[in-house]
């Protein structure tokens, strides 16, 4: 009886030793396999800044993963210390208890306090970024659509003019202007968005189709298009360049080439295209 017991216990730590030693070779793939991708993409982290706001964007990952990372050791840490202290040395039986007030308290009062804190944070930078500009502001209409983003500005009058759906046309009204408003008669639309550096932008999101996101990595600006809701919020570009737009809301079949482009040049530059013909 003895000696089968023992025999059982034998095999166990046996089968505890290769199942750790997978557990390892598998962990070291894992993190061999994303450190090679992050070295091959040569870029391994956020893309360069080229907003005011995205500053703080910024700070607020870094302490996000701060914190989870603080949060991630200090329990992992801990696991494996009980791991280790309480190892099966052959005579021990495992005890047991059930609920403990004090430590149930402290595990959801503290994490319920620093998401708290995380979200009063970022509240503030939100309600910033989507409250009225500055007077100043340039003011661009985004219209998302499958698969692809369209530009508008409402030309001389700073008026847009009305949309009709109904007055859809490929090729001779592609943004569904109506065509009996005259506020729309000066407005100018484009394939390209272009934005002027260090001024900041009014962008009124819309959807033609379904839920797109309006993503600019390098301004740290995602946004949510809805249909049938204008969707305002404004930031300021910071350096010029060309940057992309992406989708960031799986959209359909063409989802994947959903892409855009910014360009971010100096006023001059700017009126210089508005002026000029564009597709
Ligand atoms: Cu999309």
Same mark, same amino acid.
């Given at each position: 009886?003895?000696?089968? *017991?023992?025999?059982?216990?034998?095999?166990t730590?046996?089968?505890g030793?290769?199942?750790?030693?997978?557990?390892?070779? %598998?962990?070291?793939?894992?993190?061999?396999?994303?450190?090679?991708?992050?070295?091959?993409?040569?870029?391994?982290? %956020?893309?360069?800044?080229a907003?005011?706001?995205g500053?703080?964007?910024?700070r607020?990952?870094?302490?996000t993963?701060?914190?989870?990372?603080?949060?991630?050791?200090?329990?992992?840490?801990?696991?494996?210390l009980?791991?280790?202290?309480?190892?099966?040395?052959?005579?021990?039986?495992?005890?047991y208890w059930?609920?403990?007030r004090?430590?149930e308290?402290?595990y959801?009062?503290?994490?319920?306090?620093?998401?708290?804190?995380?979200?009063f944070?970022?509240?503030?930078?939100?309600?910033?970024?989507h409250?009225?500009?500055?007077?100043?502001?340039l003011?661009?209409?985004v219209?998302? #659509?499958?698969?692809?983003?369209?530009?508008r500005y409402p030309?001389?009058?700073?008026?847009?003019?009305?949309?009709?759906p109904?007055?859809?046309n490929m090729?001779?009204?592609?943004?569904?202007?109506?065509r009996?408003?005259?506020?729309?008669?000066?407005?100018?639309?484009?394939?390209?968005i272009?934005?002027?550096?260090?001024r900041p932008v *009014?962008?009124?999101?819309?959807s033609?189709?379904?839920?797109h996101s309006?993503?600019?990595?390098?301004?740290?600006? !995602?946004?949510d298009?809805?249909?049938?809701?204008?969707?305002?919020f404004?930031?300021?570009?910071?350096?010029?360049?060309?940057?992309?737009?992406a989708?960031?809301?799986?959209?359909?079949?063409?989802?994947?080439?959903?892409?855009?482009?910014?360009?971010?040049?100096?006023? #001059?530059?700017?009126?210089?295209?508005?002026?000029?013909? !564009?597709?």
């Amino acid at each position: 009886m003895a000696s089968e *017991e023992s025999t059982t216990r034998e095999r166990t730590h046996r089968f505890g030793g290769s199942a750790a030693a997978l557990a390892g070779l %598998l962990a070291l793939v894992i993190v061999g396999a994303i450190v090679a991708t992050l070295v091959a993409r040569t870029r391994w982290w %956020l893309p360069p800044l080229a907003s005011v706001h995205g500053r703080e964007v910024d700070r607020l990952l870094f302490v996000t993963f701060g914190i989870i990372s603080a949060a991630f050791i200090l329990v992992h840490g801990v696991l494996a210390l009980f791991v280790w202290l309480y190892r099966d040395r052959g005579q021990a039986r495992a005890s047991y208890w059930h609920e403990h007030r004090g430590l149930e308290l402290t595990y959801t009062i503290v994490p319920a306090i620093v998401m708290a804190g995380l979200t009063f944070s970022a509240a503030g930078l939100w309600s910033r970024i989507h409250s009225a500009p500055p007077p100043t502001a340039l003011i661009v209409e985004v219209r998302a #659509e499958q698969f692809g983003w369209r530009a508008r500005y409402p030309g001389a009058d700073g008026q847009f003019g009305k949309i009709d759906p109904r007055q859809f046309n490929m090729q001779a009204n592609p943004i569904a202007l109506d065509r009996a408003d005259p506020a729309g008669r000066d407005d100018i639309t484009s394939a390209e968005i272009h934005l002027v550096v260090n001024r900041p932008v *009014e962008v009124r999101l819309r959807s033609k189709d379904v839920l797109h996101s309006f993503f600019v990595p390098a301004f740290r600006v !995602k946004q949510d298009a809805v249909p049938g809701i204008t969707v305002s919020f404004w930031f300021t570009p910071t350096a010029t360049g060309t940057y992309e737009v992406a989708c960031a809301e799986l959209c359909g079949v063409g989802h994947y080439a959903m892409r855009g482009k910014v360009v971010v040049e100096t006023q #001059e530059q700017f009126d210089a295209w508005l002026a000029a013909p !564009k597709s």
